[in-house]
């Protein structure tokens, strides 16, 4: 089974809204990486949080982990019609000597101008 | 200084025939990582190679499925006898060193079997 699943499946907004979009995972992780993926392209790393960190900024990207939840967030502020894709998060088990990426199911999100 | 390339981008072949994947990490890195998705899904893991050695394969199909990363030239992701089931994106990613974290990912080879 997905270790990561995102929330919500699918955004819809206007251009200069915020979204906000959810991860939860199963099991203890080193990090957590978000990324994006343009339709029929490949991904583009967008921020990686590592377990003993709380929040991270990075442009217009701000990313929360809350490991006692064992979920994390993305938030995109100001969103533009560029900002249109699907995002997943991918945890990093870390376990038997592997750094396996382990894949949501994905939030796409369209922005509006 | 070029990303993961991955070759062909696009790939059609009938059931039955054998479909080779080429990925070329980064320059410097080493560790390199196939995943396969589905549409509409997300990536799911295949394998993890270093130079000349597997050291995970818990994500590949124990029968036709097969990769290599040799010593000197491009990771080869191999599937025989293609079923309409292997249709999907297939992604490269590579790392410099274990435990670094980012993984950079190529554009990924659509591979469509008819």
């Known amino acids: 089974s997905q270790q990561g699943e995102e929330d919500p499946q699918a955004l819809s907004i206007q251009e200069g809204e915020n979204a906000t979009m959810n991860c939860s995972y199963k099991?203890?992780?080193?990090?957590l990486q978000w990324y994006r993926q343009n339709s029929g392209r490949g991904l583009v790393h967008l921020i990686l949080i590592r377990s003993n960190e709380r929040e991270k900024h990075s442009g217009r990207l701000r990313v929360t982990l809350d490991t006692s939840k064992k979920s994390s967030s993305l938030l995109i502020t100001a969103s533009r019609a560029a900002d249109t894709a699907s995002y997943f998060c991918?945890?990093?088990?870390?376990?038997?000597?592997?750094?396996?990426?382990?894949f949501g199911t994905g939030t796409r999100l369209q922005v509006f101008p | 200084n070029a990303g993961v390339m991955q070759n062909p981008r696009h790939l059609v072949r009938r059931r039955g025939q054998e479909a080779r994947l080429r990925c070329s990490p980064m320059k410097g890195h080493s560790h390199v990582y196939w995943y396969r998705q589905l549409p509409e899904e997300g990536l799911k893991f295949m394998v993890y190679l270093q130079k000349e050695n597997i050291i995970d394969e818990s994500g590949m199909p124990k029968e036709r499925f097969s990769a290599e990363f040799p010593k000197e030239g491009p990771s080869i992701l191999r599937i025989q006898q293609v079923v309409r089931g292997d249709s999907a994106a297939y992604f490269c990613?590579?790392?410099?060193?274990?435990?670094?974290?980012?993984?950079?990912f190529g554009p990924g080879t659509r591979l469509t079997v008819t």
């Open positions: 991918a945890t990093d088990l870390r376990s038997y000597n592997t750094d396996k990426l382990i």
């Open positions: 099991t203890s992780i080193n990090n």
């Open positions: 990613a590579s790392s410099a060193r274990q435990g670094s974290g980012e993984q950079y």
